[in-house]
């Protein structure tokens, strides 16, 4: 057996799925296969770089053990009530035991399914090349997500605004469960399916809330546990996801569904990139804001299992989302404690931070690279002169202690310049930057991957891959 599958989530109630094998490609090449995932996930490099294995990642062969299907999901999208979203572009082929613990295999970009809602359940290679180097970006830069162990050229044309190349992407997660499976069975009523859905949750991600007096209520606190660091670890590098839709919000804690993501340069907190977010929801200073509104609609969701007296299981519930506000705080506070090279707490921490991120907005200050340059006499650190005499003040009293920023993110820019390259039949600048990413605190790093765009390349609007 080329692939070890265990799926587990193949043996719940078959509402919670449809089974179905991907549909075949023409000619299917192999892009790049993240061969250190490969092997953590105990996968047999030689046969995923022989031509079945390439087959596999394209969806036109069904390896031993697989059992494809496509989950089944409801969701708010941008506020808005979807009953059933589900799987319309993605095909989950099974699970595997790795050395960090159970993965998804699946498969994105590999055709229709019941869920696809008249669209035609292909990806082009742009969002499969921005979803490949940014998961993997985020990786390196240690934040939860899920992972890219393949992008594979399908031969085939796939019409969005213009013909463009097709691809599809084998992505691995500690889970595909989101917020929104949670609400699909909510919608119909469903709490059969429901307590099977939570068990399944616990026993997957926090084993040790199934002996809790409140199962449901001590999965709700760890997820929001889970997603109050997430959302600080953003933060603190400047990622803004651009679709936070509850069903997009993974209950393992995770970043999940790369589509108009991206990284700010310049610094302000109210910076937009999703082409379809019109009104700003999901800007980058409102993420921990929507974070706790996606996580009290899971809340709500869980209310029938926490207690059998609504208006006790509703308390509870609240009691829970209550926490989230410190959660985050606390997490955000010791991501940019580390980033300014202070190892123990201060009052006046925070609003030393604070203070940094309005000066860098008042004097459009790149993120990532003001940053890097604390504790350099780098020049583009003028403008921060009284700050930093305050700082230097309150790094006296630790002077062993380092910042800790990386040197490089996945600039749009430069995401923008592999896709370009990659439609063109040339991945050279997709190899280059990828690997350039894994190393994101090195710093030695290649300097043009510093750089910020020059205005004529400057990327104001990224875009869903549907």
Same mark, same amino acid.
């Given at each position: 057996?080329?692939?070890?599958?265990?799926?587990?989530?193949?043996?719940?109630?078959?509402?919670?799925?449809?089974?179905?094998?991907?549909?075949?490609?023409?000619?299917?090449?192999?892009?790049?296969?993240?061969?250190?995932?490969?092997? &953590?996930?105990?996968?047999?490099?030689?046969?995923?770089?022989?031509?079945?294995?390439?087959?596999?990642? %394209?969806?036109?062969?069904?390896?031993?053990?697989?059992?494809?299907?496509?989950?089944?999901?409801? $969701?708010?999208?941008?506020?808005?009530?979807? +009953?059933?979203?589900?799987?319309?572009?993605?095909?989950?082929?099974?699970?595997?035991?790795?050395?960090? $613990?159970?993965?998804?295999?699946?498969?994105?970009?590999?055709?229709?399914?019941? #869920?696809?809602?008249?669209?035609?359940?292909?990806?082009?290679?742009?969002?499969?090349?921005?979803?490949?180097?940014?998961?993997?970006?985020?990786?390196?830069?240690?934040?939860?997500?899920?992972?890219?162990?393949?992008?594979?050229?399908?031969?085939?044309?796939?019409?969005?605004?213009?013909?463009?190349?097709? %691809?599809?992407?084998?992505?691995?997660?500690? !889970?595909?469960?989101?917020?929104?499976?949670?609400?699909? #069975?909510?919608?119909?009523?469903?709490?059969?399916?429901?307590?099977?859905?939570?068990?399944?949750?616990?026993?997957?991600?926090?084993?040790? $809330?199934?002996?809790?007096?409140?199962?449901?209520?001590?999965?709700? &606190?760890?997820?929001?546990?889970?997603?109050?660091?997430?959302? %600080?670890?953003?933060?603190?590098?400047?990622?803004?996801?651009?679709?936070?839709?509850?069903?997009?919000?993974?209950?393992?804690?995770?970043?999940?569904?790369?589509?108009?993501?991206?990284?700010?340069?310049?610094?302000?907190?109210?910076?937009?990139? !999703?082409?379809?977010?019109?009104?700003?929801?999901?800007?980058? *200073?409102?993420?921990?804001?929507?974070?706790?509104?996606?996580?009290?609609?899971?809340?709500? !969701?869980?209310?029938?299992?926490?207690?059998?007296?609504?208006?006790?299981?509703?308390?509870?519930?609240?009691?829970?989302?209550?926490? #989230?506000?410190?959660?985050?705080?606390?997490?955000?506070? *010791?991501?940019?404690?580390? *980033?300014?090279?202070?190892?123990?707490?201060?009052?006046?921490?925070?609003?030393?931070?604070?203070?940094?991120?309005?000066?860098?907005?008042?004097?459009?200050?790149?993120?990532?690279?003001?940053? %890097?340059?604390? $504790?350099?006499?780098?020049?583009?650190?003028?403008?921060?002169?009284?700050?930093?005499?305050?700082?230097?003040?309150?790094?006296?009293?630790?002077? &062993?202690?380092?910042?800790?920023?990386?040197?490089?993110?996945?600039?749009?820019?430069?995401?923008?310049?592999?896709?370009?390259?990659?439609?063109?039949?040339?991945?050279?600048?997709?190899?280059?930057?990828?690997?350039?990413?894994?190393?994101?605190?090195?710093?030695?790093?290649?300097?043009?991957?510093?750089?910020? +765009?020059?205005?004529?390349?400057?990327?104001?609007?990224? #875009?869903?891959?549907?």
């Amino acid at each position: 057996m080329h692939i070890p599958f265990d799926n587990s989530y193949s043996r719940l109630p078959e509402r919670f799925y449809t089974r179905l094998n991907p549909t075949p490609v023409s000619n299917p090449g192999l892009i790049r296969l993240n061969r250190q995932l490969a092997l &953590e996930l105990g996968l047999d490099l030689e046969f995923l770089t022989s031509e079945d294995g390439v087959a596999t990642m %394209a969806g036109n062969h069904v390896p031993e053990g697989a059992e494809p299907l496509a989950q089944a999901y409801a $969701g708010h999208q941008f506020g808005g009530w979807s +009953p059933q979203l589900g799987d319309g572009r993605a095909i989950l082929l099974g699970e595997v035991e790795g050395q960090n $613990g159970r993965r998804d295999i699946q498969l994105k970009g590999s055709g229709p399914t019941p #869920f696809s809602r008249m669209g035609d359940g292909r990806a082009w290679l742009g969002p499969v090349l921005r979803e490949y180097i940014v998961s993997e970006a985020m990786f390196a830069l240690g934040i939860p997500t899920t992972r890219a162990l393949a992008a594979v050229t399908t031969g085939d044309i796939v019409l969005r605004e213009t013909p463009l190349p097709g %691809a599809v992407l084998t992505r691995v997660a500690s !889970s595909h469960i989101r917020v929104g499976t949670f609400q699909y #069975f909510v919608a119909r009523q469903d709490v059969d399916a429901l307590q099977t859905l939570s068990d399944h949750a616990l026993a997957r991600h926090y084993p040790e $809330g199934l002996e809790a007096d409140r199962p449901a209520l001590a999965l709700l &606190e760890a997820v929001i546990a889970r997603q109050a660091k997430l959302i %600080a670890d953003w933060m603190s590098v400047g990622f803004i996801h651009g679709v936070m839709n509850t069903d997009n919000m993974s209950v393992a804690g995770e970043t999940i569904d790369y589509g108009p993501c991206a990284f700010m340069d310049i610094y302000h907190p109210d910076t937009v990139f !999703s082409s379809i977010d019109q009104q700003g929801r999901y800007a980058y *200073k409102n993420q921990p804001t929507l974070a706790h509104w996606n996580l009290a609609q899971l809340a709500s !969701s869980l209310v029938p299992l926490i207690d059998a007296d609504k208006d006790r299981a509703i308390e509870l519930a609240t009691g829970a989302l209550d926490g #989230f506000p410190a959660l985050y705080q606390a997490a955000w506070a *010791k991501a940019f404690r580390v *980033k300014l090279g202070l190892s123990t707490e201060e009052e006046d921490d925070i609003p030393l931070a604070m203070d940094l991120l309005d000066r860098m907005a008042a004097e459009k200050m790149d993120f990532t690279n003001t940053f %890097a340059a604390l $504790g350099t006499a780098d020049a583009t650190l003028a403008p921060l002169t009284d700050w930093l005499e305050a700082w230097h003040t309150r790094r006296a009293r630790e002077p &062993e202690t380092e910042p800790v920023n990386p040197q490089i993110i996945a600039r749009n820019h430069q995401v923008q310049r592999a896709i370009d390259a990659g439609v063109s039949g040339d991945f050279a600048v997709f190899e280059a930057l990828t690997d350039a990413l894994a190393t994101p605190f090195d710093g030695d790093a290649d300097l043009s991957y510093r750089q910020p +765009p020059e205005p004529e390349e400057e990327v104001l609007q990224t #875009f869903c891959g549907t």
